[in-house]
Every structure is written in structure tokens, then in C-alpha cells.
């Protein structure tokens, strides 16, 4: 008899030895919780959406073992996967696959590192490999349920992370295949997320999503270590998740091949600008004609933007899209990013603040953006753009990108994930010295056997 898909999958997390992840993924693992942390402590000091998560852990007065990150306070694991897991995607700065689409490393780094904390002896090697191991199965999840979770009306990056946090977790503590298989069955028993979340311009949950996979995650494998049962086949059974989510049959290839050998977290884009990353291209393609033509942003009467299907909630609804009234509303409007890249020459973890939200110059400019639908554009184009200037002189300026920086065939270098890791935690709730965050950004990019994940991150 052929195993179920849920008892391969599970079986493959538990039994996996550690010391085969491959090297390449497992530097890809240790860059994917550099990018994160350093995420996630700029948010502590940067976004309002996440704010509410870190007073509720104040305001608790609990203690536990596990850092509330930017804070310096100690916390209950769940209330800490919780609170930082909302900063992990709340300024939209963190590693996205753009194949998928997923945000695989958003809940389970938060995840990771609250089991981390409660449990010291957990060493660097097997902390890299959950991390490749939960970044792997989100990853192959997005390709094996494609478009049909959007469809159906479910917000697909935080679902399928939610799955890769709860295996990565249960490998984390050493669950057996059944242990995984609970640990993955009592996640999905915890969140929900219905596509609601990213049409609604008021929405706080799009920011704030991953903190909800997080402490499912941890909360599932805790309890599956204790010997609590969830069901049989999460993720194929006749009700598991892609009967629900997806419509029913999952791509078994997409989940399969090279199982163990691939691992996906190394095809990640990090990001360089802080935006969605159906935004980058466009930034890309703005920031590249400031530097290959001389014009005056006011002489620019009009903007055309060619996308995709999958990049038309970036902008829509227009009123929104050209006068976003929050942060996470800006970071998913092609025509603010785009204005901001051709007024002020950069897009920053300062571009989405009230006040850039108020200028004039960008919201005019973001104005007179006009997208103009490619209908053949699909998922393999989502971090592709194109971006024509029309000016006063008569002049017409094109540039086209067709993978936008970040991009694996693209990648931001080892240093440049330091220099940027090194800027976010100078915006921490407790900001980083340069210094400091450097020292801290190498050590995190050697982790390995011997180190204690838990005494890295208290080493600074």
C-alpha cells in the first residue's frame, strides 16, 4: 500500500538526519533567519499593526523563557510566537517565493525561536534544519495547491506557512512522524485565513497575519508532544486541508519530487525595498530611469504600468491604491511605491510613515498612474513590471523588469543582507547599535553545531 501524502510528509520531517541538509541550504536557512530577525526587529519599533500584539504581552505581566523581540522582555512561549510573529510580515520586508506565492520563514521563524528559547540545549544544526525543513514544505505547498486556495477565498502565504511552521516545530522538538503529522493537524484546528484579509484596505490582519500561524504552530507541536491526537490525513484526507483549501487533489509532484535533496528555501527573493514584492519591479524599473534620464518628476503627465492579473489588487481599489491611508495599504500600492521611487530616488523603511503618506508631490504623481492589464502574465510574473513615463517635453521613457532584484537569479549578496539587517535593528523598540547588529548578523550567518540558538541571540 502507497502511504498517505500526510504520512510521507510527516515521516520525511521526523526521520530526516540533520547532518545531510545540503551546505547550499543550509546557508540559504541561516540568510532566511538573518533577514527575518532583522525584520521583525524593525517592526518592533516601526509598525502601529503590531504594537497591539506587544502591549497585550506586556500588559499580561507574565514571565516565560521566550524574548518578546525588540523589547527585552521574556515571555510565554505561545504569547511570544504570537507578538512576534505579527512583526514578521508587518512591514512587508521579509523573503517572499515568488513561484509559490508564499512567505515561507514569516510565522516559522517566530515559531522556532519561542521553542528555542524554552529549551537552551537546542543547538544551531538542527534549529538550520527545521528552518530548511518547514521553509521547504511551505514552499512546495504553495506549488502543489497553485491558485486554487485564492480562489476559494483563503489568504494562501500565511495557510501554507502555517503548515511549514507546525512541521518545522515538531522537528524541532524531535517529534516522531505521527507526532508531526498531530503537530500539523492541531495547527490547522487553531487559524484561519480567509481572503478577506487582503481586500480590505482597513484590514489590520494583513500585516499582523503570521503572528496567528506562529503561535498555532508552536501551540500544535507542544501539544502533539504531549500525546494529543489531531487526525489521520491533515493534509489529503476527504476534509483535510486541500479538500478544503484547495479544491481537492494536490500537485503530488510539486510536493514530492527531489524530496530531501531540493530544498526550495534556497529559491527565496529578500527583499530590498520594504513593500509587497509585486511592487519591486515597478520600484526597480522608476529607480532605473532617475538614473538613465534627466527629467523633473513634475513633468511626468502620465505613468503607465503594465501587470499582471495577480499584481491588479496592488491596484486596486484606486482610491486606495493612489491615497493609501495606512503603512500596509502604501506597501501594497504600485502607484505610491512607484511615486515615492521617482520623487524621493529610494524607497525606505521611512517611505510609508504619515507624513510621506501626506506628500503631495507623491500622492500627485501616484495619481496619474495607469495600469494596463497583460492578460497572459501569470505566476511566473509576479515580480515582473513595466513602467512607461510620458513627459511634458514629449518624451517617452520605457523600462521593463522581468525578475526584479532579490530574485535568486538576482540575489542581494551575503553583505548586503548584513547592511540591511544591521538598518532594521537600528529601528528596534530597543535599537541595535551598528556595531553590535553586525557582530550579531556574522554569527547568525555561521550557526551551526555547538552554538545554542537561544545564547546567540542573548549574546548581544
Known amino acids: 500500500m502507497v502511504p498517505a501524502l500526510s504520512s510521507i510528509i510527516a515521516g520525511h520531517v521526523a526521520s530526516f538526519p540533520g547532518d545531510a541538509l545540503p551546505i547550499g541550504a543550509q546557508h540559504a536557512a541561516r540568510r532566511a533567519l538573518l533577514d527575518a530577525y532583522g525584520v521583525m526587529l524593525a517592526a518592533s519599533g516601526l509598525s502601529e499593526e503590531a504594537a497591539p500584539f506587544a502591549r497585550r504581552a506586556r500588559a499580561a505581566a507574565e514571565s516565560g523563557p521566550a524574548r518578546l523581540i525588540g523589547h527585552g522582555l521574556r515571555v510565554p512561549l505561545e504569547t511570544a510566537a504570537l507578538a512576534n510573529g505579527a512583526l514578521a510580515h508587518a512591514l512587508d520586508f521579509g523573503d517572499t517565493f515568488d513561484a509559490g506565492p508564499a512567505h515561507p520563514h514569516a510565522a516559522l521563524v517566530p515559531a522556532l525561536l519561542a521553542l528555542a528559547d524554552a529549551e537552551p540545549a537546542i543547538d544551531g544544526a538542527r534549529f538550520v534544519a527545521a528552518l530548511a525543513l518547514g521553509g521547504d514544505l511551505a514552499c ?178 484606486r482610491i486606495s491604491r493612489i491615497a493609501p491611508t495606512s503603512a500596509i495599504d502604501a506597501k501594497f500600492s504600485i502607484p505610491f511605491t512607484l511615486a515615492t521611487a521617482l520623487i524621493a530616488r529610494a524607497v525606505t523603511l521611512d517611505s510609508f510613515d504619515v507624513a510621506a503618506r501626506a506628500d503631495r508631490a507623491i500622492l500627485a504623481l501616484a495619481a496619474r498612474v495607469a495600469p494596463r492589464l497583460h492578460p497572459d502574465w501569470g505566476r511566473a510574473q509576479a515580480a515582473s513590471g513595466i513602467v512607461t513615463l510620458e513627459l511634458a517635453d514629449g518624451r517617452t521613457l520605457t523600462a521593463e523588469v522581468m525578475q526584479a532584484a532579490g530574485h535568486p537569479d538576482h540575489p542581494l549578496s551575503d553583505e548586503a543582507l548584513v547592511e540591511k539587517f544591521v538598518a532594521c535593528a537600528g529601528r528596534a523598540a530597543r535599537p541595535m547599535a551598528p556595531e553590535q547588529a553586525a557582530i550579531l548578523a556574522r554569527r547568525i550567518l555561521i550557526l551551526g553545531t555547538g552554538d545554542s540558538v537561544a545564547r546567540l541571540f542573548d549574546s548581544i
Open 140 to 317: 512546495r505547498l504553495s506549488l502543489a495547491a497553485g491558485a486554487a486556495l485564492d480562489a476559494r477565498g483563503w489568504y494562501s502565504p500565511a495557510a501554507l506557512g502555517l503548515i511549514g511552521a507546525a512541521a518545522g516545530c515538531g522537528y524541532l522538538l524531535g517529534l516522531d512522524a505521527d507526532g508531526v503529522r498531530n503537530a500539523i493537524g492541531l495547527a490547522l484546528c487553531q487559524a484561519s485565513f480567509p481572503a478577506a484579509i487582503k481586500y480590505d484596505p482597513a484590514s489590520h490582519v494583513r500585516a499582523v497575519r503570521e503572528g496567528f500561524a506562529a503561535r498555532a504552530a508552536v501551540t500544535g507541536a507542544l501539544l502533539a508532544r504531549e500525546g494529543v491526537a489531531a487526525f489521520a490525513a491533515p493534509l489529503e484526507g476527504p476534509c483535510g486541508f486541500f479538500a478544503q483549501h484547495a479544491g481537492g487533489t494536490p500537485e503530488t509532484d510539486a510536493l514530492l519530487d527531489g524530496l530531501g535533496r531540493v530544498f526550495l528555501g534556497q529559491h527565496v527573493s529578500f527583499k530590498p525595498w520594504p513593500s509587497c514584492r509585486g511592487t519591486h519591479a515597478y520600484i526597480e524599473a522608476a529607480l532605473r530611469l532617475r538614473e538613465a534620464h534627466a527629467f523633473d518628476p513634475g513633468d511626468i503627465v502620465k505613468v503607465e504600468v503594465v501587470i499582471g492579473p495577480v499584481q491588479t489588487m496592488l491596484c486596486e481599489p
